[in-house]
C-alpha cells in the first residue's frame, strides 16, 4: 500500500534561515506528487506539485522541491524562511495525479518561525 | 474567482445525533472528494465522486457515513448516530476531470464538527 512519511514532527527556524522539509513515500512506480500547507483553521493550499519532467520544480511563496527517484524523496525547500511560513505542511501522493484519484497525505511537519 | 466553499464551519452536536455537512464545489469541477482531518493528523480520504456517481466510497469507516452528490455539484456528508470519535475536520476538495491530464484537488477551509 501507498505510504508518505514526514519525519520531522516539527520543526522551528530562524527567519531569514534556510529549510527543508522532508517527504519519503512508498510505491512502486513513481506517484505523482505534491505539497500542501495549512494554516490554523484553514484548509490546504497547494504549493507545488511533480507529475513529470524537470524534478526540481518551483512553487508558490519561494518554495521548491525536488524529486529523486533513488531516495524516494520529495523534500521541500525555501532559501530564506518568512514569518509568514509558519504553519503545517503536508506531502501527498497520489497514484492519478489528483484527479481521479484520492491523494494519501503524510502526518504533517508544523513549522514554527523565530524572530 | 470562488473557491471550494464548506458549511458549516463549525458544528456541535451530542452524541447520538444526525448532521449533514455540505460542499460546494468549484464550478465545472467534475471530481469530489471529502476527507477527515483527526487532530493533530493528515488528511484521510472518505470518498470520491465524478459528478453525480460515487466511484470510490472505501475509506468511509462505518456504515454510519453516508455521502450524496445527486446533481453532480453540490455534495452532502451525513453523519448518523455521531460518537466521540467522529470529531475532527472535515475537508471537501474538488478537481476538474483529468482529461487534460492529471490536476491538483482544491481544498475548502473545512468544517470542524465537535461531538459531546
Known amino acids: 500500500a501507498q505510504s508518505v512519511t514526514q519525519p520531522d514532527i516539527h520543526i522551528t527556524v530562524s527567519e531569514g534561515a534556510s529549510l527543508e522539509l522532508r517527504c519519503n513515500y512508498s510505491y512502486g512506480a513513481t506517484p505523482y506528487l505534491f505539497w500542501y500547507v495549512q494554516s490554523p483553521g484553514q484548509g490546504l493550499q497547494l504549493l507545488l506539485k511533480y507529475f513529470s519532467g524537470d524534478t526540481l520544480v518551483q512553487g508558490i511563496k519561494g518554495f521548491e522541491a525536488e524529486f529523486k527517484r533513488s531516495q524516494s524523496s520529495f523534500n521541500l525547500r525555501k532559501p530564506s524562511v518568512h514569518w509568514s511560513d509558519a504553519a503545517e505542511y503536508f506531502c501527498a501522493v497520489s497514484l492519478y495525479g489528483g484527479s481521479q484519484g484520492n491523494l494519501i497525505f503524510g502526518k504533517g511537519t508544523k513549522l514554527s518561525v523565530k524572530p | 474567482g470562488a473557491g471550494v466553499s464548506q458549511s458549516p464551519r463549525y458544528k456541535v452536536a451530542k452524541r447520538g445525533q444526525d448532521v449533514a455537512l455540505r460542499c460546494d464545489p468549484i464550478s465545472g469541477h467534475v471530481s469530489l472528494f471529502w476527507y477527515q482531518q483527526a487532530l493533530g493528523q493528515g488528511p484521510e480520504f472518505l470518498t470520491y465522486?465524478?459528478?453525480?456517481?460515487?466511484?470510490?466510497k472505501s475509506g468511509l469507516p462505518s456504515d454510519r457515513f453516508f455521502a450524496e452528490r445527486p446533481e453532480g455539484s453540490v455534495s452532502t456528508l451525513k453523519i448518523q448516530r455521531t460518537q466521540q470519535e467522529d470529531s475532527a475536520v472535515y475537508l471537501c476538495?474538488?478537481?476538474?476531470?483529468?482529461?487534460?491530464?492529471?490536476?491538483?484537488?482544491?481544498f475548502g477551509d473545512g468544517t470542524r464538527l465537535s461531538i459531546l
Open positions: 476538495a474538488s478537481s476538474p476531470k483529468g482529461g487534460q491530464g492529471p490536476q491538483p484537488q482544491h
Open positions: 465522486f465524478q459528478n453525480e456517481a460515487q466511484l470510490d
